[in-house]
């Protein structure tokens, strides 16, 4: 009999609905109670520092190239040892998607995604964001990584002596 | 021949009834917002005042504050019309509806019920056919296509669902022997027409969702079709008027199928003040739930429903009562 059917279907549904009026809501009610974020959520991204406390950003420009919405810009600059920096570094963060993309394609991991994902306001330029504001103090998620320790100009000891690298082959050597 | 005080006990009866209902409709819209809320695991507006009590204020200003739209090429008057024409046949109904025992006061006997009528039954039919105008003449007069399809649908689906409850109601006129809504609910002071005709309360239940045009029969104002069908061109507190119309609706028609079905005051223990509030915001949640659970039916759907499936139990439905009268000792 389709009726029966059609009647236990219908008390089926009422009946799934009647459990979960008194089931307790799964939302929260926003700025009383903050869910914390996991520790890799991306939300406002930041310019870390080596552990010496020297800036990480060598003003590559792939964080910027790898930017789908083009919010990331710089100027990049030259020190008197030859290692390049950022003269101005912006991000607007009213055209960030917060897609990590920045962070993934950076070499020196100096540009990196935190969970502050409260970034709103009622003035737009507000929003965009310049070195100073960008630059923290500490090293974000890679607290040992100094890049000129492994490569760069002016790498700190002579090539093979930096951590995680070999001697350089003899080329001109027989053996194998 | 009315003296001055009978003439004044009848506008503070009207007076409170409009003030109680209206305050009540909007907030029912609260409510449904928070009950939808919660059977879909949210928590609903709960930001105006203590869990969101002040809800309806704020919607009450928000609505008075916006612009009063109307269309080019809008029927002007129709337009201007449509609205009181839906919400003004819900508030008449209630004009028959006994919503509690007759009140001793200062010698005088007073009724709880602003007048009643000997056709009670028919006045309710004739006023639930008049708000069809407001829902096909505000769709018609919109001069848009959403409001037209919206105006259509909501006329073919009151106008057959209004045949199915008439022939619900009957069995009830059968067995009190009265079209007046007093007398019915006198005839239940033991045993609620529930109880006698489970069938035609469940065929009054359904054409009632339809006649508020609630889902599952929310066909005439179809949000993922047809925008917001018969009041998508509505705007402001003319917007509003449909919208407590509808509300208004359902408190009403709950109050009138409590009166036909459930024995109206009537009720152990309590006052029947209390008794009759109870049953209406029974059924008040009852359509809130509904909606929360069931999807729109389509049209064809709804027409194949009322007149081959409906109309034939309730006619049947009818034959076996009269049957079962007839043989009664």
Known sequence: MSVVKDIAAVSQGMWATWKHLFRKPLTIPYPEQKRTPPPRYRARIVLTRDPQGGERCVACYLCSAACPVDCISMQAGERENGRRYAEWFRINFSRCIFCGLCAEACPTMAIQMTPDYELCSRDIMSLLYEKEDLLIDGCGKEPEYNFYRHAGIGVVNPRGGNPDEQPPVDVRGLVP | ?329
């Not at chain 2, 105006?151 to 073919?156: H, P, Q, T, V």
């Not at chain 2, 409850?165 to 529930?194: C, D, K, R, W, Y």
């Not at chain 2, 993922?224 to 919208?243: D, K, N, P």
Request: net charge neutral.
């Open chain 2, 1 to 329: 021949m009315p003296d001055l005080i009978d003439i004044l006990i009848i506008i503070a009866k009207l007076g409170t009834i409009l003030v109680v209902i209206l305050s009540l409709a909007a907030n029912l819209v609260l409510a449904e917002r928070r009950m939808l809320a919660w059977i879909q695991d949210r928590q609903g507006p709960n930001r105006v005042g203590p869990q969101g009590l002040l809800q309806p204020l704020a919607d009450l200003i928000k609505l008075v504050t916006k612009e009063d739209l109307r269309p080019a090429g809008a029927d002007k008057w129709l337009f201007l019309l449509a609205p009181a024409m839906a919400a003004i046949p819900a508030m008449l109904t209630f004009a028959v509806v006994p919503f509690g025992s007759p009140v001793h006061l200062l010698g005088r006997v007073i009724t709880l019920q602003v007048v009643d009528l000997n056709v009670g039954v028919l006045f309710f039919m004739a006023l639930s056919s008049i708000a069809v105008y407001g829902i096909t003449l505000g769709g018609w007069a919109s001069n848009s296509k959403y409001a037209l399809l919206g105006g259509i649908r909501g006329l073919a689906q009151l106008i057959s669902y209004e045949l199915v409850m008439g022939l619900s109601l009957v069995p009830v006129v059968m067995l009190t022997h009265s079209f007046s809504l007093n007398e019915i609910v006198a005839a239940q002071a033991t045993v609620p027409f529930l109880l006698y005709q489970p069938l035609a309360f469940l065929l009054f239940f359904i054409s009632l969702l339809a006649e508020c045009k609630r889902t599952p029969f929310d066909i005439p104002e179809a949000e993922s079709e047809l925008v917001a069908g018969f009041h998508t061109e509505y705007s402001g507190l003319r917007f509003g008027l449909f919208f407590v119309g509808e509300y208004l609706n359902i408190i009403v028609l709950g109050g009138v199928a409590a009166t036909f079905f459930l024995g109206g005051w009537h009720g152990p223990f309590l006052p029947p003040l209390v008794w009759f509030c109870a049953k209406v915001l029974a059924f008040c949640f009852v359509f809130i739930w509904t909606r929360g659970t069931l999807p729109r039916l389509r049209s064809d759907q709804l027409m194949h429903l009322c007149w081959k499936v409906l109309t034939p139990v309730a006619l049947g439905n009818i034959l076996c009562t009269g049957w079962w009268l007839t043989i009664k000792p």
